[in-house]
């Protein structure tokens, strides 16, 4: 049988033998769709800290208080951190239930 002649074209029969060049044939096509998702992400995040800050401020604490799901970010160890603040500010006492909320 003829060996076959790499023209530059994607050709599944070619690398039907190879699950390298398939996986990098189609970790190059997936290049474009993971930097969209990458940007996606980022901006649900930084819209998920504006509604934290929003909530933080009307609740009466400060609004920089948002800025601890950033520690999200550090695996395992950052979601722990934010559940055990998020469970503290849902338990504790609202300077803004008492008038004395913060300026926003």
Request: net charge positive; hydrophobic share 65%; no cysteine.
């Amino acid at each position: 049988m003829a060996k076959p002649v790499d023209t530059g074209t994607f050709d599944p029969t070619v690398m039907a033998g190879d699950p390298n060049a398939a996986l990098a044939g189609m970790m190059g096509m997936m290049g474009a769709m993971g930097m969209v998702f990458v940007i996606v992400a980022l901006a649900v995040f930084v819209f998920w800290i504006f509604l934290q800050w929003k909530i933080f401020s009307k609740a009466g604490f400060s609004g920089a208080l948002a800025l601890i799901n950033i520690a999200v970010i550090i695996p395992l160890i950052g979601p722990l951190i934010v559940l055990g603040l998020q469970t503290w500010f849902a338990f504790a006492a609202w300077p803004a239930l008492k008038g004395g909320g913060a300026k926003t």
